[in-house]
């Protein structure tokens, strides 16, 4: 009755429209008309029908508003332990706890340096490997959330110094790792196991980690190459469209993710982390076991007793010790940084290659490709040169090395008080090798050089191995592209309010043209 046109019905009853609108049936005739006009809107029926559509939109909205709040954020925790040569450091990573294997974006939340040196160098002590781990780990039982204690993964991964250790004594290597193992349970998260990464593996986890925090991953842009260099070890990861698999298959990763397929190239040179290289080139320079060795790599003014037992104490050299060594040794130093290039480039064999064509050593490596982020001692090193402006040519980079290595030792702790002397003194040595292994090693021209960022972090999380080893340990990186909701929450509430105002203005409208009640006429009173 109330939305519809009063039906003609036959006589002897009588249909009359009352003010409201509604349609009566009598057995009276309706009263003669008295000519009286009234504003249809103002009746009953339209401001009840208006007060009824106002509350239902307001309860639709409000409704579609609840229903699709976005509840109040929880997080999921994962911790990895990077168990490196020089040091250990632990991660903390935070995602938000209803989109893992989804959309959520994995950051780090808290890091911590472990003290001390790194786990390898426990060998001859394994349980204070253990206790070295105590206070960052403490910090984290802190850091997360009570509730979330137990069903946070805990990893520890080790890299090339532990890689090292378990080729020269692995029953030594297996005791640290006890030792790791025993601490870490004693805490009360989930404790999911210590062990060495291959070298492939850390390459290509570094990959991952820089690619996914630049949403290069799941837009599926194209992907910047990893260069990490460590103290023991150094990797070099990219994808390169000429990179023929068949040619070098254990250099080749392969992934699907979020809907795109990638063949890496991946390759970690044991024994060419900085520090072993520089081991690599102090032997060079002690083959016939000297009293005194002038090194061109540390500063004019520079001077060291140091070991032979310490210096050949590495799988990395220890070949090469020489016959009848004195105890000790003078290191001085010279200053000049195309010598110490000379140095430098002798820890590479260049000249034997297998393939169609290699970066050293005799390994495969494609075309060099697109961008690179360097992290790890090459942000270490090119930092504190200054260097680390991708806008700074090759050739400056070199003088300005040059300059940095020639000048006096004396001049140089001076102007660094704060800065750990043995940093201090191998920045000469580790900014030759750096420039030396990318030009010399990876064969970045003037112009590919401009194409390396040197990075320490990407959006508040670290470049480094650890998260890429997390996010695939909890299949964190779908290999298909999630379905994506097809609008945002606040695209779907304006939605639903501009169909549910729509939808009342028809009903209005409606009425108004086929309700006669309704149209503007002279009501018969
Ligand atoms: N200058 C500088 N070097 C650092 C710092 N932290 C670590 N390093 C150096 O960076 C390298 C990192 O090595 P690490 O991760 O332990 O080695 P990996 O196991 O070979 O990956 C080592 O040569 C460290 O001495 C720092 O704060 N400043």
């Keep these: 009755m109330f939305f519809c046109q009063c039906a003609p019905v036959f006589p002897p009853f009588f249909l009359s429209r009352q ?11 309706p009263p003669l008309p008295e000519m009286k006009e009234k504003n249809p809107w103002h009746t009953p029926a339209t401001i009840i029908i208006t007060v009824i559509g106002v509350i239902a939109i307001v309860a639709l909205v409000t409704v579609a508003v609840l229903q699709n709040r976005p509840v109040l954020q929880k997080y999921k925790y994962g911790i990895v332990l990077d168990a490196g040569s020089s040091h250990t450091a632990l991660y903390i990573y935070e995602w938000p706890a209803e989109k893992d294997n989804n959309t959520g974006r994995v950051e780090q939340k808290y890091s911590c340096k472990v003290k001390g040196k790194g786990i390898s160098s426990y060998a001859n002590t394994p349980e204070k490997a253990g206790e070295s781990l105590n206070e960052c780990m403490q910090e984290s039982v802190k850091q997360v959330p009570k509730e979330r204690h137990h069903e946070t993964p805990l990893y520890l991964g080790a890299t090339a110094g532990m890689r090292l250790l378990n080729l020269e004594n692995s029953l030594a290597s297996d005791k640290v790792f006890q030792a790791v193992e025993k601490a870490l349970q004693g805490f009360p998260f989930s404790f999911q196991g210590a062990r060495i990464l291959s070298g492939q593996e850390e390459g290509a986890f570094g990959w991952v980690t820089v690619n996914y925090l ?10 910047t190459g990893a260069l990490d260099l460590g103290g023991a070890s150094t990797q070099i990861s990219f994808v390169s469209d000429n990179y023929d698999i068949s040619e070098s298959p254990s250099n080749s990763v392969t992934f699907r993710l979020y809907g795109n397929d990638y063949n890496l190239y ?36 520079y001077l060291e007793q140091k070991q032979y037992s310490v210096l050949y104490d590495s799988p990395c050299v220890s070949a090469r010790k020489p016959q009848n060594p004195t105890t000790t040794f003078s290191h001085t130093g010279a200053g000049n940084f195309t010598q110490c290039q000379d140095v430098v480039k002798k820890v590479f064999n260049f000249t034997s290659c297998q393939y169609s064509r290699c970066s ?18 090459y942000y270490f090193v090119m930092d504190f040169l200054n260097l680390t402006d991708a806008s700074t040519p090759l050739e400056t980079v070199k003088q300005k090395l040059a300059s940095y290595c020639a000048t006096p030792w004396n001049q140089i ?19 030759t090798y750096i420039v030396t292994l990318l030009t010399e090693g990876y064969n970045f021209t003037s112009e590919s050089y ?38 945002p929450h606040a695209g779907y509430v304006s939605v639903v309010t501009i169909t549910a ?12 043209c086929f309700c006669p009640g309704f149209k503007k006429q002279p009501h018969i009173v």
């Excluded at 630049?214 to 194209?222: F, N, P, T, Y």
């Excluded at 982390?273 to 004019?300: N, R, Y």
């Design 19 to 29: 003010p409201s609108g509604l349609c009566f049936l009598s057995v009276f005739p």
């Design 214 to 223: 630049d949403d290069r991953l799941k837009q599926g842009l194209e992907t």
């Design 266 to 301: 991946t390759h970690s040179f044991l024994c060419y982390g900085k520090d072993q290289a520089l081991l690599m080139a102090l032997a060079h320079q002690t083959k016939s076991g000297p009293k005194t060795i002038v090194d061109p790599c540390f500063h004019p003014g």
């Design 360 to 377: 050293f050593n005799d390994v495969f490596q494609p075309p060099l490709q697109g961008t690179y982020g360097a992290f790890s001692a």
């Design 413 to 431: 702790v001076q102007q660094h008080p704060t800065i750990k002397v043995k940093y201090l003194s191998e920045y000469c040595f580790s900014g």
């Design 450 to 487: 401009a194409n390396i960022n040197f990075i320490k972090e990407i959006k508040g999380s670290d470049a480094g191995w650890t998260l890429g080893y997390m996010l695939n340990l909890t299949n964190m990186i779908p290999a298909e592209a999630p379905d994506l909701p097809p609008l």
């Design 501 to 512: 105002l729509l939808l009342f203005v028809l009903v209005i409208l409606s009425l108004f």
